[in-house]
Antibody, heavy 115, light 111 residues
């Protein structure tokens, strides 16, 4: 069974940093692109960032470009999101998602940016 | 403002058939597959439809998807109370909007 488990969320002050992790299992991790998608409280879904299977292609939403960095470690079946210079508007549930023809999402980790 | 356009709400009575529309453009729905997600309160989105009209294993055949041009729709037949949820459409996008774009979501109420 494909499983994605996010971790690393929490309460952080504006301007500080946080690193999210996603542990993948049940599939060949380095066969797939991976993504981060977020959902602000009471709002819709927003793609945040994506990375190809070999990290050769990386993309970011304009809202996080220059502040967030996506990375992966295929040896550890893990995906990461380094979030710097956090803002109140980054408060959201962050989901890790497997690419491919049948996307799979994790349960999410909550990031709250507040003083 | 979401890239894909969905009605904010829809409703139906038990047993009815309801449809939810999703409108996009040539760079997303017009040239790529459409996906549909169901989000029950307090839970992560669940994939209902992939590649326009395919159901993952475990999704009842009451749920069906279709696509025509730059629009898509999700149909739910034999509506049940447990279908009350938020529904999102999604598609790949070939422009600068990002690989994945989403609709704003449709809140389905079972009356």
């Amino acid at each position: 069974e494909v499983q994605l488990v996010e971790s690393g969320g929490g309460l952080v002050q504006p301007g500080r940093s946080l690193r999210l992790s996603c542990a993948a299992s049940g599939f060949t991790f380095d066969d797939y692109a991976m993504h981060w998608v977020r959902q602000a409280p009471g709002k819709g879904l927003e793609w945040v960032s994506g990375i190809s299977w070999n990290s050769g292609s990386i993309g970011y939403a304009d809202s996080v470009k220059g502040r967030f960095t996506i990375s992966r470690d295929n040896a550890k079946n893990s995906l990461y999101l380094q979030m710097n210079s956090l803002r109140a508007e980054d408060t959201a549930l962050y989901y890790c998602a497997k690419g491919g023809s049948i996307p799979v999402w994790g349960q999410g980790t909550l990031v709250t940016v507040s003083s | 403002q979401s890239v894909l356009t969905q009605p904010p709400s829809a409703s139906g009575t038990p047993g009815q058939r309801v449809t939810i529309s999703c409108s996009g453009s040539s760079s997303n729905i017009g040239s790529n597959y459409v996906y549909w997600y169901q989000q029950l309160p307090g839970t992560a989105p669940k994939l209902l439809i992939y590649r326009n009209n395919q159901r993952p294993s475990g999704v009842p055949d009451r749920f069906s998807g279709s696509k025509s041009g730059t629009s898509a729709s999700l149909a739910i037949s034999g509506l049940r109370s447990e279908d009350e949820a938020d529904y999102y459409c999604a598609a790949w996008d070939d422009s600068l909007s990002g690989p994945w774009v989403f609709g704003g979501g449709t809140k389905l109420t079972v009356l």
